[in-house]
């Protein structure tokens, strides 16, 4: 009877400490969850070259349907970064499609904001990359203030210039500089890190941004020439970040109807391509391409090209993909 009774005290008391410890281990991972939902992330917003698609005058088959029935997933290049934990959000660059991006960036922040970004991160001076900027100023947004960040040349054009001259007077945006290399905190969660990279540059420099959150660093290389004419190694640079968006603007020498690759002012994905060929999968599958020309069959999901870079281990870079940092 004894034993009994004690057999019965040690299940009682096993049940109640099951039944104390379950709420404690269920908070535990219901927090690690909100804190994991607050973690940083980029925000692809766009991977369409400059000029978008469908693109002006095209009649090839590209386009042809797109006049009549547009892709909405089809925008310019633009990159949202998100820190929900200090309520913030930046965006890097300026495109054309800028309206409906800065929108789309407010909706997936879903948390109470301004309409507009808490700072703007520009490349370079081709209209893809900063003439959404026009919608800040008086005839559309008449934002206040806006925090714009771009290196000494960029900014001496955007002061120098109107319409953009205009936006600076009437204190729709500020622009603030940034440097090659110096690394620049959005927040205690982010840096963000400007470094030059050739380009034609008719009116400005051109500048890639590294982009740091408390697990991750993501490379952002829209337009370049070359790989070769880079004073860095893309393949040293790949090694030690986990991400890179980079220029994929031109599949391979089809799409511009066999002129000469080396003659075209970007690297083509399969001269890119070609520098992993003897990496391992893993490297591979650091890279998407983003900045696609409305030739480029890498717009298409269903493309033998894009199965073929899949297959290596190389992506694209979708409209709305969220990488966490
Ligand atoms: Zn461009
Ligand atoms: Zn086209
Ligand atoms: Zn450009």
Redesign the pocket.
């Known amino acids: 009877m004894k034993i009994l009774k004690s057999i019965i005290q040690f299940c009682l008391l096993t049940i109640t400490k099951i039944l104390l410890i379950i709420p404690i281990l269920f908070n535990t991972i219901l927090g690690q969850e909100i804190t994991s939902s607050k973690a940083p992330y980029l925000v692809i917003l766009g991977n369409v070259?400059?000029a978008g698609s469908p693109h002006m005058g095209c009649e090839k088959a590209c386009c042809k349907e797109l006049f009549k029935t547009p892709d909405p997933s089809r925008k310019v290049?633009s990159i949202g970064i998100v820190d929900p934990n200090n309520k913030k959000y930046w965006m890097i660059e300026a495109s054309p499609d800028f309206s409906t991006q800065s929108r789309l960036l407010k909706d997936i922040s879903n948390f109470e904001h301004s309409k507009t970004p808490d700072g703007i991160f520009l490349t370079h001076a081709?209209i893809?990359?900063y003439s959404g900027l026009m919608y800040l100023g008086k005839e559309s947004f008449n934002s206040d203030n806006v925090p714009v960040y771009a290196m000494t040349r960029m900014k001496g054009f955007l002061i120098q210039n109107g319409p953009w001259s205009q936006l600076f007077k009437l204190e729709n945006i500020k622009i603030n500089n940034i440097d090659h290399e110096k690394i620049f905190s959005l927040s205690n969660k982010i840096t963000i890190t400007p470094f030059l990279v050739p380009h034609r540059d008719e009116f400005s420099e051109t500048v890639g941004f590294k982009i740091k959150g408390p697990n991750k660093s993501i490379l952002f290389i829209?337009?370049i020439d070359k790989w070769g004419k880079w004073n860095k190694s893309l393949l040293t640079e790949i090694k030690k970040v986990d991400l890179a968006l980079v220029d994929g603007t031109f599949y391979d020498a089809e799409e511009v109807n066999h002129r000469d690759i080396s003659e075209i002012p970007h690297p083509f994905v399969v001269e890119t391509i070609e520098l992993f060929k003897s990496e391992k999968k893993k490297l591979k599958s650091k890279i998407k391409f983003i900045?696609l020309n409305h030739t480029n069959p890498l717009l298409n999901d269903n493309s033998n090209a894009t199965k073929k870079i899949n297959e290596q281990g190389f992506s694209v870079a979708h409209f709305k993909e969220i990488i966490t940092l």
């Open positions: 070259q400059d290049v081709h893809g990359h829209p337009d900045h």
